[in-house]
Structure formats: structure tokens, C-alpha cells
């Protein structure tokens, strides 16, 4: 069976999604039209898995393949 850690809303939660945000932005420039910080480490008031999770919007008929990746809180 696998384990899912849950852990208490993490304050530094917010400042690692723009340091994502601003690096996925850096990297791929005007594809990314938009970035959200979006599942449960973006609620203050919810435990979450500590992971950021972020969502891109673009309106480029450019196709971006993203493979999943998790980065513990640093």
C-alpha cells in the first residue's frame, strides 16, 4: 500500500510557486500566458501534500508536454 504524506499548510508555500512561476516563465517565455497555484498547498486553510502544483495557460498552437515532477519544500 503506498503512503501519502499530508502535512500542515506551509507559509512558504506561496513563494515557491513564483519561484516556479517566474522560472517556467524564464524558460519558455511567451508560450505561458497565465500560471496559477492551484490544489490543496494553495488553500491556507486545507493540509496538503508537500508539493506545489501549477497550472499554465498558453494560446500558442505550440504543444508543450510536461512530464510530472514533485519538489519537496525547501
Keep these: 500500500m ?3 504524506e ?8 506561496p513563494s515557491l510557486f513564483e519561484g516556479e512561476r ?3 516563465r524564464q524558460t ?5 500566458v ?3 497555484h ?4 494553495s488553500t ?4 496538503a501534500q508537500p508539493c506545489v502544483n501549477v ?3 498558453s494560446n500558442s498552437e505550440v504543444s508543450i508536454s510536461f512530464a510530472q515532477a514533485s519538489r519537496e519544500p525547501r
Design 34 to 36: 497565465a500560471s496559477f
Design 22 to 24: 517566474d522560472l517556467l
Design 6 to 13: 499530508v502535512v500542515d499548510y506551509d507559509p512558504a508555500w
Design 38 to 41: 492551484i490544489g490543496g498547498s
Design 55 to 57: 497550472a499554465c495557460g
Design 44 to 47: 491556507v486553510t486545507l493540509h
Design 28 to 32: 519558455l517565455g511567451d508560450v505561458v
Design 2 to 4: 503506498r503512503t501519502i
